[in-house]
Structures are given as structure tokens and as C-alpha cells.
């Protein structure tokens, strides 16, 4: 997937493919999708397998996902981006393989991949998650203005602190953005909690997290299924001592 590095998963899902007799182009990791385009228009694949390791990438999953069906060429995806059963492939009109075999079964079956039904996103139309991605520099930029005014450590951070700080608030406006994409509030609080979990490991608190989910849900107040994913996020942060940036 465009953004994707995680290469060997789909690495070992491509070898399976080819020990069951397909023949198999791996593409690499982070394929943007007009160069998926490009080798379609110049190959005739019988399908496309995608894989997808973060979440937060589905937006770029959906639209390479379309890519594909321009292309009159099916498609089978599969990685924990997707949900761990597949919930949000499903979302974007996209056929789910759990492994490798299934990949296989499903690819000898083009009726099965191509009667998948179309993706449901008629959400969209609301317009939150193009405002969101517009406005993404402007949301961490706030953000950590925000954390160093409330937060008097975070104004000595050496530049490898700020530069994961900054690192840690892309990933939250992302996952957040994702979460819309889909209609979906559990792909973001799930994130939330794999972030705390990480940040805790750094020793910092989750009351962290929670100081940064606060000023995003005040600043985007207008916005009503973001502020309903954040309020959720936020009430299930374990309780914590005073906050430290993150």
C-alpha cells in the first residue's frame, strides 16, 4: 500500500501464491498508485493483491483499491490494517483474505472477488474527513503549542523529543482521519490505546494522550463524528497522574 513499508508480510503472502502455481510480480513496498496503474495498463494481471499493516493508511487503501477497479482488474487484501476480521475491506468494497492460502483460493475465484459489494461510504458526504486532512499541519501545529504552554517540560525537548512528538501528533490526526473515512470510532480508540501503550514504555502517561485528544476535540467542536470518536477515546484512557508531553 502507497505509505506501507512493512514489505515482508505481502513478501512471504507472494511466495505462498507462487508455491500454489501463480505466477507472481512483487511490486515492493509503498507503491503509489498511479505506478500500480502504470503496470496494469501494461500487464494483464488476472488480480491485484494489497496489503495493508496500519489503519490509518486505509484512505490510501480505498483509493488504490479503486484504482484496481478502473482498471477492470479485481482485488484481495489483506494485513491487521484491514481489522483483524476484515471489517473495514469490507467497508471499502474490497474481497479479505485472513493468509496467504485464502489469498489463493479467493484469486482462483474471480466471480467471488468481483461480486464483492461496493464500498459504503456514503459518510463521506458530510465533508469532516476532507476538512480534517486539510487542515492536518494546522491541527499539530496547535497541538504542540498547546502541550508546551500546559506542559513546561515539553519546552526543553531536545530535537529527537520534538521530532516524536510531533511524529506522535501526525499519527493521531491520521488515525483520527481514518477512523471517519470508514464511520468506524473503534479504528481510533483502539489506536489510542496501542499509543498509550507505547508512550508508557518512554515513561510517559497517559494523562498525555488525553491533554493532546482534548485539545483536538476542542478545536474541531464544529466537527460532530470527530468529536464523538475523541469523547469515546478519551473515556477509555486509564486514569493517570499529572501529564507530560508526548
Given amino acids: 500500500m502507497d505509505g506501507e513499508w512493512h514489505a515482508l508480510p505481502p513478501r512471504l503472502v507472494a511466495e505462498v501464491l507462487r508455491l500454489r502455481g501463480w505466477q507472481v510480480t512483487f511490486l515492493g513496498a509503498s507503491v503509489p498508485a498511479a505506478h500500480l496503474v502504470s503496470y496494469l495498463h501494461r500487464h494483464d494481471a488476472q488480480a491485484v493483491a494489497l496489503a495493508c499493516a496500519l489503519p490509518m493508511r486505509l484512505p490510501h487503501a480505498h483509493r488504490m483499491i479503486e484504482a484496481c477497479r478502473r482498471s477492470d482488474v479485481p482485488v484481495v487484501v489483506g494485513g491487521r490494517g484491514f481489522g483483524v476480521d476484515g471489517r473495514w475491506a469490507a467497508r471499502l468494497g474490497a474481497a479479505w483474505a485472513p493468509d496467504a492460502p485464502s489469498a489463493s483460493e479467493l484469486i482462483g475465484d474471480e466471480r467471488a472477488l468481483r461480486r464483492v459489494p461496493a464500498a459504503q461510504l456514503a459518510h463521506l458526504a458530510d465533508d469532516e474527513y476532507a476538512s480534517l486532512v486539510r487542515r492536518r499541519g494546522e491541527l499539530i501545529d496547535s497541538a504542540l503549542?498547546?502541550?508546551?504552554?500546559?506542559?513546561?517540560?515539553?519546552?526543553s525537548y531536545t530535537a529527537a523529543q520534538l521530532d516524536a512528538t510531533v511524529s506522535d501528533l501526525g499519527h493521531i490526526v491520521d488515525s483520527l482521519a481514518a477512523a471517519l473515512y470508514v464511520d468506524d470510532a473503534s479504528l481510533f480508540t483502539e489506536f489510542v490505546q496501542w499509543l498509550v501503550g507505547i508512550l508508557a514504555s518512554r515513561g510517559v502517561p497517559a494523562s498525555a494522550v488525553g491533554l493532546t485528544l482534548g485539545h483536538y476535540a476542542t478545536v474541531l467542536r464544529d466537527f460532530p463524528r470527530a468529536a464523538h470518536t475523541l469523547a469515546l477515546s478519551r473515556a477509555g484512557l486509564p486514569?493517570?497522574?499529572?501529564?507530560?508531553?508526548?
Fill in 145 to 155: 503549542t498547546d502541550l508546551r504552554e500546559r506542559v513546561p517540560a515539553a519546552r
Fill in 239 to 246: 486514569s493517570a497522574g499529572p501529564g507530560a508531553a508526548c
